[in-house]
């Protein structure tokens, strides 16, 4: 089965702190977003990546950045973070390869508080 | 840009009942994906099914099917015999055949089962 996992299920920081969220796959995966979900807006892309030291915008990427350094993790910064990245975290992982092309796996979430 | 749009926030089906969610996208494209994934109460999202918008027969997996009507931009996924277990939060998503697998999301449908 594959496996996505993030660092934290729940996590409070304060404004202004420098924040990692860091996502893990184990199933070999070319590709991972990073998306935050809010009530009534759904998933947005923040950033994903298609290989190792790449990365792409999505639909939101201000005041994120993204670091691949290794095909199996994707981490999730917020340089300096405000309230208004108060938000549910959502890492996911798929691949051009296989019987599950393209089809995206998630990880649990990570449900960050900035206070 | 595409678009994705579920205009029901909220669903409630009696147990063993059937109950239809809703989902409209905007797209020039021809060839794409159309997805809906569920996202149980603390748990992980997962695939529920998925369509090719080349194929004209509708996808059906167990007690899900969907109603896809090209033409018309509508995608709407049917649940027969609904269990309690199928209590979460719905999501339909776009993903264009060339932009590498990302991921354009609805709002989501909270559905209810009531036993």
């Known amino acids: 089965d594959v496996k996505v996992t993030q660092s934290s299920r729940y996590l409070v920081k304060r404004t202004g702190e420098k924040v990692f969220l860091e996502c893990v796959q184990d199933?070999?995966?070319?590709?991972m977003f990073w998306y935050r979900q809010d009530p009534g807006l759904g998933l947005r892309l923040i950033y994903f990546?298609?290989?190792?030291?790449?990365?792409e915008k999505g639909d939101i990427p201000e005041g994120y950045s993204v670091s691949r350094e290794k095909k199996e993790r994707f981490s999730l910064i917020l340089e300096s973070a405000s309230t208004n990245q108060t938000s549910m975290y959502l890492c996911?992982?798929?691949?051009?390869?296989?019987?599950?092309?393209?089809?995206?796996?998630f990880g649990p979430g990570t449900r960050l508080t900035v206070l | 840009a595409q678009t994705v749009t579920q205009s029901q926030p909220e669903m409630s089906v009696q147990e063993a009942e059937t109950v239809t969610l809703s989902c409209t996208y905007d797209?020039?494209?021809?060839?794409?994906?159309l997805f809906w994934y569920k996202q149980p109460p603390s748990r992980q999202m997962i695939l529920v099914i998925r369509?090719?918008?080349?194929?004209?027969q509708n996808a059906t997996e167990n007690r899900f099917s969907v109603n896809f009507q090209k033409a018309a931009k509508s995608f709407s996924l049917k649940i027969s015999d609904s269990q309690l277990g199928d209590a979460a939060m719905y999501f339909c998503?776009?993903?264009?055949?060339?932009?590498?697998?990302?991921?354009?999301f609805g709002q989501g449908t909270e559905l209810s089962v009531k036993p």
């Open positions: 996911a992982s798929s691949s051009y390869r296989g019987p599950s092309y393209n089809e995206q796996f």
């Open positions: 199933m070999d995966h070319e590709n």
């Open positions: 990546s298609y290989d190792v030291k790449m990365k």
């Open positions: 797209t020039s494209e021809s060839d794409y994906y």
């Open positions: 369509q090719e918008a080349y194929k004209q």
């Open positions: 998503a776009y993903r264009s055949n060339n932009q590498g697998g990302k991921l354009i």
